[in-house]
């Protein structure tokens, strides 16, 4: 047997990090690296407590020849600082950038989104990847995230012997704290937009981590990919399918209402991200099929079953 | 309500016998909800049979399956023309086909009637939307004029406005013939003295057309399918053969609108 492959995980410390890290080790020889702490890790994970803009981040490398990154560590709290938020993002991925090409990692795998294409009333169905990034227009606490995704993939010139894979995910649903996941456990009925209802395309957690095994496996394999479940349905069936009801409510009192109680602290949904239940923004995931031969395990009703009965 | 239900549901099981690739919940991928097509059905066959009384020509023109564009005149202020269409294939052929249209782009912009097209099968007008539409083997329903054809004024009825070349490109591309339809009868469903555009365009329309009678005129559809065209592309193929082919597409429409209006007796019967 061959020995394991040194993996460096960031952002293991959140929900979707400790899954993916139980899912990964298996397999890997998972380095992780985040600087809030965390519980429940396996054992033989290795955790690095250091904020990723650190210059004690490059003894990471120095000390492990490590052979891939998988970027998961994205700042987004709205509620944190905008400018720490900006710099733990961009000085933390521009770093971890250049210590991949200087320490000859072989893969780069950054965890993007397909919200970086931005819900419109112009989309087409599926974006392929080449569709621009429109996300910031509206809604700028995404731009951080579309300056990521936009980072990353300069790097495709400036670093051409690392092998980056930016895998653009659907809504991700699981035993997570991420917006998606919340607004699919408010209480019914569940707030939504008037006259509204657009397809809805999410990923499972679990695959999700195949994803990113996969994108790993595939020798040579570099270049965006969209992924997501199988099957797409509206918000109005998905709500259905958990027997709760909808409540409808026009546009412009919904945004009011959600941005007072936004200030007031009493909801995690900015007032901007309602436009994710207003137009569709979903990926076309051809390419991850064809090049990456991903094939997802799990349909959207099966995504939507995992928010409550995955406990750990 | 069980009457209502029954006739909101008489077309449930010819729809269900149209091959649609549809997920557990009876959805497909382009948010079609096939329960809600069989009551749109319902409810819009009394207006074609009834209301406008639809003749149809030359349907035996329109392949049995496989992707087709379907190339129509646009007319009549709403697009009614397009409806009437795709009722004529699913009610008149022996092997029933779903026909997809093209939304304007400010359509999934408005509350419900976007929801509403949306479930009915219409898909916005992109050309991704179109090729994926197309290559999973769909009928697919272009009006190359698009609001320059429906908004005419009524002295230009009956007068081809200006073809865009987009649907040719598209059909070059994923080699897709092309069935010309004229649709006759529309233009004079809603008679309209202005248009005040500009207006319009204050409130995001593309047009704000006044009517001289604030109704939809009860006036008779006949609807002509002709001959279809098979183009092919190859190395040569420049701008101006695609110019070429989309003229001849439009030159047969006009042609077809012009021989059926010169047997219409009248616009009412």
Known sequence: MSKKANILVTGISGRLGRFLVKRLHREFNVIGLDRRRTKSLPKD?????????????????????????????????????????????????????????????????????????????????????????????????????????????????KAPKLEIIILRAAHILGNLNNAPSNYLRLSSPIPTI??????????????????????????????????????????????????????????PMLKLALSQMWLAKLSSFPARELDHIKYICMGDTKRASEILNFKPKYTITDAIDSLNTLIF | MKMLDSFL?????????????????????????????AKMVSLAEPFYKYYFRVETYGLENIPKDGRVLLISNHSGQIPIDGAMIGLALFLELNAPRFVRSMVERWVPELPFISTIFNKAGQILGTRENAKQLLENDNALLVFPEGVRGINKPFVDRYKLA???????????????????IAVIGAEEQIPVIANFKDLGEKFGLPALPIPVIPAILPTKYRIYFGKPFYFQENEDTTNEDILSYVNKVKDTIQEMINNGLSKRKHIFW
């Open chain 2, 162 to 180: 200006e073809f865009g070349t987009g649907f040719l490109r598209l059909a070059l591309q994923t080699k897709t013939p092309i069935v010309p």
């Open chain 1, 194 to 251: 008037m006259g509204f209802d657009p397809m809805m395309q999410v990923i499972h957690q679990s695959d999700l981590a195949d994803a990113l095994i996969q994108a790993y496996k595939t020798k040579g394999a570099k270049g965006i990919f969209n992924i997501a479940s199988k099957g797409e349905l509206p918000i109005s069936q998905m709500i259905k399918y958990m027997n709760k009801s909808r409540l409808p409510i026009p546009d």
């Open chain 1, 45 to 157: 994970v290795l955790h690095y407590k250091i904020d990723i803009r650190r210059n004690r981040v490059e003894d990471i490398f120095r000390n492990n020849k490590i052979d891939a990154i998988f970027h998961l560590g994205v700042m987004h709290n709205l509620r944190q600082n905008e400018k720490e938020h900006h710099d733990f993002n961009i000085i933390g991925t521009t770093r971890l950038l250049e210590y991949a090409e200087k320490y000859k990692v072989k893969k780069f795998i950054f965890l993007s989104s397909t919200n970086v294409y931005g819900p419109k009333s112009t989309n087409s169905q599926f974006l392929s990847e080449n569709e621009p990034l429109m996300a910031g227009a509206n809604f700028s606490a995404i731009r951080d995230l579309v300056d990521l995704d936009m980072l990353v993939t300069s790097y495709f010139w």
């Open chain 2, 9 to 37: 549901n008489r077309y449930k099981d010819k729809i269900g016998n149209i091959q649609l690739e549809l997920n557990c919940k009876g959805y497909d991928s382009f948010g079609l909800d096939k329960d809600f097509l």
